[in-house]
Structure formats: C-alpha cells, structure tokens
C-alpha cells in the first residue's frame, strides 16, 4: 500500500505544532508514513520563537521519514505543490490554523 506523505507547515506555534505531532504519532500507520515539515522563515521579531519551534522539529521521531524544510522565504501554495508534483498527493496541515477542542486535526487532502 502506497501512503500519501504527511506535509505539516508551521511557523511560531510551538504548542499547536506539538499537538499536531502527538496526535500524528497515535495513527497506527505513522511508523509507515513519511512525513514533511514546512518550517516558515521568520519575519523581523519572531526569530527567537521561530528557532524554538525549529529546535522541536530535530527531535520528532515515529515516522518512516522525517524531512524538516527550513524556508528562507515563505509561499505556502510552493509547499503544497513541492510535494504534490514528486508524489502525487498528500495530506496537507497548517499548524497556524487555531484547533479546535480536542484537537481536531483538519487535513486538507490534496488531489489536484
């Protein structure tokens, strides 16, 4: 069975981002999925906060691969369409977008 990667983008929320991560790990198939992690470039303010959430990204583990991209400038739709054109589809989560309770994970699944 061919899995569609995992593409997370995330940029000063290091909570949102943990939580994402913890979930993402529970799924019976993170052992066998690969897993691409859009890090945002920071904007004038937010380096500090931005190299903390970069700090979490080295220490991820529980996925088949891991692939962490720091971004020197940020173009989300860039993101989507990287991993799009080299597998064809992918389940795409921004971490900026606010969870809900519980932490309803939205996945935007990208078929194009």
């Avoid at 971004?71 to 900026?96: A, M, R, S, V, Y």
């Amino acid at each position: 069975m061919s899995l569609a990667p995992i593409s997370i983008s995330t940029y000063s929320r290091l909570e949102h981002l943990t939580k994402t991560i913890e979930s993402l790990q529970k799924n019976t198939l993170a052992k066998e999925s690969v897993l691409y992690i859009f890090s945002d470039a920071p904007k004038n303010g937010d380096e500090e906060v931005v190299k903390k959430v970069r700090d979490y990204l080295y220490t991820i583990s529980g996925f088949k691969e891991i692939h962490i991209i720091e971004q020197k400038t940020n173009n989300i739709k860039k993101n989507i369409n990287n991993i799009h054109t080299k597998k064809g589809n992918q389940i795409f989560q921004d971490t900026e977008v606010k969870l809900f309770q519980l932490l309803r994970v939205f996945v935007f699944i990208t078929q194009f």
